[in-house]
């Protein structure tokens, strides 16, 4: 088991519907990351948190993607109207405040 | 802008034959480097890491890595590989000292023959 929880494991969504992921850290670090993952590539920072604020976003956020961290614990993600190009693994990191971080088993999302 | 290249997406290798990854990185100062391993549908696990103290950097299940600023290198071997070797790996640098954030590269996927 690692240090993060994800959930769910996979989700089958049909386009234009919304999706919602949780990120769980084991422990309470402060810095929380959410990175996206397609198939054949690595992972794409998205954006990250430190306790409850979200200090930095990508572009590849689009308007489309809200992520909160409301008490500086769990994170989630959600993805409005989805489309076919979200399909990918979506993972959750925390820092532990040394330069490793620790990753969760990720949220494979497959938009039909 | 910091980056990562990793050539070659798919390497091959009979069980018990040396395994080299190739990682180069573009950096202006000496950054801070990862290997990581992804088995399928799983999360990344920290195989090793480069934080500018040893330029050879020793980490789990028998892999190293050696950081040769030189070159701006840091490829990942392993004398003997093993069928539970194969997997998908990533090189990684961090291009901000302020937060942890990750720039990855596409990854190298490992086959082991028998």
């Known amino acids: 088991d690692t240090g993060v929880s994800q959930d769910p494991r996979h989700k089958i969504t049909k386009r234009g519907q919304n999706v919602t992921f949780r990120c769980d850290p084991i422990s309470e670090h402060n810095r929380l990351y959410w990175y996206r993952q397609t198939l054949g590539q690595g992972p794409e920072f998205l954006t990250y948190f430190q306790n409850e604020a979200q200090l930095e976003k990508s572009r590849l956020l689009s308007d489309r993607f809200s992520a909160e961290r409301p008490k500086g614990s769990f994170s989630t993600l959600e993805i409005q109207r989805t489309e076919q190009g979200d399909s990918a693994m979506y993972l959750c990191a925390t820092d532990e405040g040394a330069e490793d971080n620790t990753f969760g088993s990720g949220t494979r999302l497959t938009v039909v | 802008a910091q980056s990562v290249t990793q050539l070659g997406s798919h390497v091959s290798v009979s069980e018990g034959a040396l395994v080299l990854l190739r990682c180069n990185y573009s950096?202006?100062?000496?950054?801070?480097l990862f290997w990581y391993v992804q088995y399928p549908n799983q999360g990344l696990q920290l195989l090793l890491k480069?934080?500018?103290?040893?330029?050879l950097v020793k980490g789990i299940n028998g892999f190293e890595a050696e950081f040769k600023k030189s070159e701006t290198s840091f490829h990942l071997t392993k004398p003997s590989a093993h069928m539970s070797d194969a997997a998908e790996y990533f090189c990684?640098?961090?291009?901000?000292?302020?937060?942890?954030?990750?720039?990855f590269g596409t990854g190298t996927r490992l086959k082991v023959l028998a």
């Open positions: 480069y934080t500018s103290a040893a330029t």
């Open positions: 990684a640098v961090i291009p901000d000292s302020g937060t942890y954030k990750y720039i």
């Open positions: 950096s202006s100062v000496p950054p801070y």
